[in-house]
Nanobody, 116 residues
Framework: VQLQASGGGLVQPGGSLRLSCAASGSIGSINVMGWYRQAPGKQRELVATITTGGSTNYANSVKGRFAISRDNAKSTGYLQMNSLKPEDTAVYYC???????????WGQGTQFTVSS
């Protein structure tokens, strides 16, 4: 199983960006897809998760600005990020918890920077 995250780059404060995470391989059923981020010098933290049924969970710091979604047919997850702030700058990682598995698979991370 491989997770390919994409969509990083440089964005101005207040701007928007969408990250994608495509899963490939012997996927089976993906129960939960999630996005995490790690800023320089900080621990990796949860950003958002989404279940197969569409239930979502967000970190308080991104509520109302970020929206997680998924296309089950394409085995792809998305993170729409609006009203971006410099403190959103980080490497963003996606993960996927497959049915029957105890631990999730992780993507390689995609970097984006919010700066003017």
């Amino acid at each position: 199983v491989q997770l390919q995250a994409s969509g990083g780059g440089l964005v101005q404060p207040g701007g928007s960006l969408r990250l994608s995470c495509a899963a490939s391989g012997s996927i089976g059923s993906i129960n939960v897809m999630g996005w995490y981020r790690q800023a320089p010098g900080k621990q990796r933290e949860l950003v958002a998760t989404i279940t197969t049924g569409g239930s979502t969970n967000y970190a308080n710091s991104v509520k109302g600005r970020f929206a997680i979604s998924r296309d089950n047919a394409k085995s792809t997850g998305y993170l729409q990020m609006n009203s971006l702030k410099p403190e959103d700058t980080a490497v963003y990682y996606c993960n996927a918890l497959l049915s029957g598995f105890k631990y999730p698979y992780w993507g390689q991370g995609t970097q984006f920077t919010v700066s003017s």
